[in-house]
């Protein structure tokens, strides 16, 4: 099991950029897959990135070419560089660890508590 701890969120203007990072705890961070997930008020939880053990990554169309996902084996941390941000990219974001790279929600074992991010128009 890995505890995972997401901190960075905030409130930012429309145009502006956060960077969320993802703290992992536990020895087995570097085989895990991550992904970044958010939900927003009265919607249901979607998928925004996901990188794979050796770094392979895939975007949510609705973010592909504005948000990075990274990762930092040695810090037991991932990444998630937003830019362009939107009042649509408001809502709660957690990061999850799985076996694999999933767009799927129920592909993740482990989920962090979530931060908040909110773009003011």
């Known amino acids: 099991q890995v505890q995972l701890v997401e901190s960075g969120g905030g409130l930012v203007q429309a145009g502006g950029s956060l960077r969320l990072s993802c703290a992992a705890s536990?020895?087995?961070?570097?085989?895990?897959?991550m992904g970044w997930f958010r939900q927003a008020p009265g919607k249901e939880r979607e998928f925004v990135a996901t990188i794979t053990w050796n770094g392979s990554t895939y975007y949510a169309d609705s973010v592909k070419g504005r948000f990075t996902i990274s990762r930092d084996n040695a810090k037991n941390t991932v990444y998630l560089q937003m830019n362009s941000l939107g009042p649509e990219d408001t809502a709660v974001y957690y990061c999850?660890?799985?076996?694999?790279?999933?767009?799927?929600?129920?592909?993740?074992?482990?989920w962090g508590q979530g931060t908040q991010v909110t773009v003011s128009s």
């Open positions: 536990g020895r087995t961070f570097s085989s895990k897959a």
């Open positions: 999850a660890a799985g076996r694999v790279g999933s767009t799927w929600f129920g592909g993740y074992d482990d």
